[in-house]
């Protein structure tokens, strides 16, 4: 593992002890990002979406616990191993964190290989469990289906949201993989702050690629949809230089191999539910919103299609 440029988030108000962390996995080939106090770790854990964190239980304005609670509050932050660093060795301690799904605690006397050793073991079993995809964080095919089957097995009304971005690998050839990667994390985080905003217990999850979905409760459906084209549509001219942004378009060489102008970022959305017809299995939702998905598509720029058939 010592080649792999795994990201890591180090929070300590303390300079000394947090540059000596600095040092040790930037000396391994870790790419490692800094906090001095626990919101400024909330703040960069979410912006960044590092593959461990490690935290210093007391921090200024949100202590180590705090950071944890908020940050497991998000679908993405649920499989990120998350250590607290400590001189408190109470079992009191230990069991309160494990009430808070933190994986592991190192005591401030740990030398420099039994932190490196404890780090990359948690790193290999998490990447064993995931099935997140490696650059969102977000869930991936095995857990949305497991999802969407509990909400068939449950009897409750619920919706399944399917995201789809337009004109994407359009967007990476003109741009970039790497202004892509931009767009889909902050897409990803639009989808998780929109169905957040009207169902606390929303689930998210990335297909792969550009494709998103969320199950939220069916009342909840139309707002999250409208709001992520909302969101969508404020966002997407900083991802443009200003000559596109201007134009309101950017060129790229389309399917034929020609070039052709394609407008700027937008979203198909279709809406899968059992409101007006029972859903019976994933492969049915799966088709449903698929096909409302290829009639969204076809509008061009953002659009909902809401399932509106009851049979």
């Given at each position: 593992?010592?080649?792999?440029?795994?990201?890591?988030?180090?929070?300590?108000?303390?300079?000394?002890?947090?540059?000596?962390?600095?040092?040790?996995?930037?000396?391994?080939?870790?790419?490692?990002?800094?906090?001095?106090?626990?919101?400024?770790?909330?703040?960069?854990?979410?912006?960044?979406?590092?593959?461990?964190?490690?935290?210093?239980?007391?921090?200024?304005?949100?202590?180590?616990?705090?950071?944890?609670?908020?940050?497991?509050?998000?679908?993405?932050?649920?499989?990120?191993?998350?250590?607290i660093l400590t001189s408190d060795?109470?079992?009191?301690?230990?069991?309160?964190?494990?009430?808070?799904?933190?994986?592991?605690?190192?005591?401030?006397?740990?030398?420099?290989?039994?932190?490196?050793?404890?780090?990359?073991?948690?790193?290999?079993?998490?990447?064993?469990?995931?099935?997140?995809?490696?650059?969102?964080?977000?869930?991936?095919?095995?857990s949305i289906q497991a999802r969407?089957?509990?909400?068939?097995?449950?009897?409750?009304?619920?919706?399944?949201?399917?995201?789809?971005?337009?004109?994407?690998?359009?967007?990476?050839?003109?741009?970039?993989?790497?202004?892509?990667?931009?767009?889909?994390?902050?897409?990803?985080?639009?989808?998780?702050?929109?169905?957040?905003?009207?169902?606390?217990?929303?689930?998210?999850?990335?297909?792969?690629?550009?494709?998103?979905?969320?199950?939220?409760?069916?009342?909840?459906?139309?707002?999250?949809?409208?709001?992520?084209?909302?969101?969508?549509?404020?966002?997407?001219?900083?991802?443009?230089?200003?000559?596109?942004?201007?134009?309101?378009?950017?060129?790229?060489?389309?399917?034929?191999?020609?070039?052709?102008?394609?407008?700027?970022?937008?979203?198909?959305?279709?809406?899968?539910?059992?409101?007006?017809?029972?859903?019976?299995?994933?492969?049915?939702?799966?088709?449903?919103?698929?096909?409302?998905?290829?009639?969204?598509?076809?509008?061009?720029?953002?659009?909902?299609?809401?399932?509106?058939?009851?049979?």
């Amino acid at each position: 593992m010592e080649q792999i440029a795994f990201d890591i988030l180090i929070a300590d108000d303390n300079e000394v002890i947090l540059k000596s962390l600095n040092e040790i996995f930037t000396k391994i080939g870790f790419n490692v990002v800094t906090a001095k106090n626990g919101q400024q770790a909330v703040d960069l854990a979410l912006h960044q979406h590092p593959d461990l964190i490690m935290l210093d239980y007391h921090m200024p304005e949100k202590n180590g616990f705090d950071v944890v609670e908020e940050l497991r509050r998000y679908p993405s932050f649920t499989n990120i191993p998350i250590i607290i660093l400590t001189s408190d060795t109470s079992k009191e301690l230990k069991l309160q964190g494990l009430s808070r799904d933190i994986d592991d605690f190192i005591t401030m006397s740990a030398d420099e290989d039994e932190i490196v050793a404890r780090v990359k073991l948690l790193i290999k079993r998490s990447l064993q469990r995931i099935d997140s995809n490696p650059l969102t964080k977000l869930p991936g095919n095995p857990s949305i289906q497991a999802r969407i089957e509990r909400e068939i097995n449950s009897g409750r009304k619920f919706a399944v949201i399917y995201a789809d971005l337009n004109n994407f690998k359009e967007y990476n050839d003109a741009y970039g993989f790497k202004s892509g990667d931009n767009i889909l994390l902050k897409t990803a985080d639009i989808i998780v702050k929109s169905a957040r905003k009207f169902d606390d217990e929303a689930f998210i999850g990335n297909i792969g690629g550009d494709d998103f979905v969320a199950v939220t409760k069916f009342e909840a459906a139309q707002n999250v949809a409208q709001e992520i084209v909302s969101e969508i549509s404020k966002n997407a001219p900083q991802f443009y230089n200003e000559a596109d942004k201007t134009k309101g378009s950017f060129t790229a060489v389309n399917r034929k191999g020609e070039k052709q102008d394609f407008p700027l970022l937008s979203i198909s959305i279709s809406v899968a539910h059992n409101n007006l017809k029972p859903l019976t299995s994933y492969a049915q939702v799966s088709y449903i919103a698929s096909e409302l998905k290829h009639f969204a598509k076809s509008w061009g720029g953002n659009y909902i299609a809401f399932d509106r058939r009851s049979r």
